[in-house]
C-alpha cells in the first residue's frame, strides 16, 4: 500500500505562484507514473500534468508553459510548481501514483486563486 501525501495548496491572487507537494511512502521509482489531478466543484477530475518512470512528462493544455512538474527521488516527492495562476485553475488538487496493477490517490490540497 501506497501513501500520498499532499501539502502546499492555499489561497493566491490571480497571477501569482504556488508550488504543490506529494511526498510517498515508498520509492516513487516503483511507479509506473506519478502524476497531478484536479477537481473544481461540479467537475470530473482532469489530468494537470504526469510524469512517467522514464522521465516523459505530458501536461493538459490549459496548464501548458505556466506549470511544470518535477520530482526529487531521494525525498520519494513529486511537485507541481504552478505560475500565472487565473481564476480557472481553482480546483482541489489531486497526487496520483499507478503502478501495474494499482492506482492511488493523496487526500487532496484546496487551491484557490482569487482575483
Known amino acids: 500500500q501506497v501513501q500520498l501525501v499532499e501539502s502546499g495548496g492555499g489561497l493566491v491572487q490571480a497571477g501569482g505562484s504556488l508550488r504543490l507537494s506529494c511526498a510517498a511512502s515508498?520509492?516513487?521509482?516503483?511507479?509506473?507514473?506519478m502524476g497531478w489531478y484536479r477537481q473544481a466543484p461540479g467537475k470530473q477530475r482532469d489530468l494537470v500534468a504526469a510524469?512517467?518512470?522514464?522521465?516523459?512528462?505530458n501536461y493538459a493544455d490549459s496548464v501548458k508553459g505556466r506549470f511544470t512538474i518535477s520530482r526529487d527521488s531521494a525525498k520519494n516527492t513529486v511537485y507541481l510548481q504552478m505560475t500565472s495562476l487565473k481564476l480557472e485553475d481553482t480546483a482541489v488538487y489531486y497526487c496520483?501514483?499507478?503502478?501495474?496493477?494499482?492506482?492511488?490517490w493523496g487526500q487532496g490540497t484546496q487551491v484557490t486563486v482569487s482575483s
Open positions: 510524469i512517467t518512470r522514464g522521465g516523459v512528462i
Open positions: 496520483n501514483a499507478k503502478q501495474l496493477v494499482a492506482t492511488y
Open positions: 515508498g520509492s516513487i521509482f516503483s511507479m509506473n507514473a
